[in-house]
């Protein structure tokens, strides 16, 4: 089983894909389709016609789209427990990632993941408030539901989802609740994010449209 990824940095679908398989301990193989340089959309397209990692191969079944990628993995490995082994949390879980997958477009456009940047200040909590405080509120309703401390006990994918969130509030400081203070710090130390971490720091490749002073306009592309 091979997972398509693009660049560890900036690629947020990829980290949510990868992050489920790894911190569930999934066996497979990665490879990487970068998001930048010459012809890099022609290349994306020939490995996912979806134009868009992440992408996973299993033998002759592919299978695009975060969402479908862990599901598929989860129905092949229910020993790995990629959601909640309990019902009514797993069906909680399903649908914060599914939250996650669907909404939140202002923060996702405002503040780009970029794993290896520190821009405190860059991005004002007012101009994300309606996206901070609903993910602020659905991190506090699981959290109690579950006592932690992930999400839903476990790791599970929600937590998975919700990585590059926590790692946008990181690189722009922008202010969150205690309680979600404290479940970002847990994600940090988790393996699974330590190691992608580590790697998108390795990463040489610069995507202007993933960087602020291109986002905020004020650097041309
Ligand atoms: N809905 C897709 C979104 C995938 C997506 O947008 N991936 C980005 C990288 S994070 C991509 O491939 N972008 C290629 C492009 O911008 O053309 C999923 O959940 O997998």
Redesign the pocket.
């Known amino acids: 089983m091979k997972l398509f990824i ?1 660049n560890k940095n ?5 980290m949510r ?1 990868w992050l489920s398989l790894r911190g569930s301990g999934v066996p497979f193989e990665e490879e990487m389709a970068r ?1 930048d340089g010459e012809g890099w ?1 022609d290349k ?1 397209i020939r490995i996912s016609p979806t ?4 992408a996973l191969v299993d033998d002759d079944v592919y299978i ?4 479908a990628i862990v599901e598929y993995v989860a129905d092949k490995y229910p020993e790995k427990a990629l959601w909640p082994e309990d019902r009514k949390l797993r069906g909680r879980a399903r649908a914060a990632a599914c939250e996650m ?1 669907a909404s939140f477009q202002t923060l996702r456009s405002k503040a780009p993941m970029n794993l290896r940047a520190s821009y405190p200040g860059r991005v004002d909590r007012s101009s994300v408030e309606a996206d901070v405080a609903r993910i602020e509120q659905i991190w506090q309703e699981a959290l109690d539901l579950s006592g932690g401390p992930f999400l839903f006990g476990q790791f599970s994918a929600a937590d998975a989802f919700y990585a590059p969130v926590a790692a946008r509030f990181e690189t722009y400081a922008i202010e969150v609740s205690d309680t979600a203070r404290q479940y970002m710090e847990t994600l940090f130390v988790l393996p699974a994010f330590v190691e992608w971490k580590l790697a998108a720091l390795e990463e040489p490749w610069i995507v202007p449209s993933d960087e602020i002073d291109v986002v905020q306009g004020l650097v041309a592309e």
């Open positions: 693009g900036y690629s947020t679908w990829s894909a998001l959309k994306l134009g868009n990692v992440p695009a789209e975060s969402l997958h």
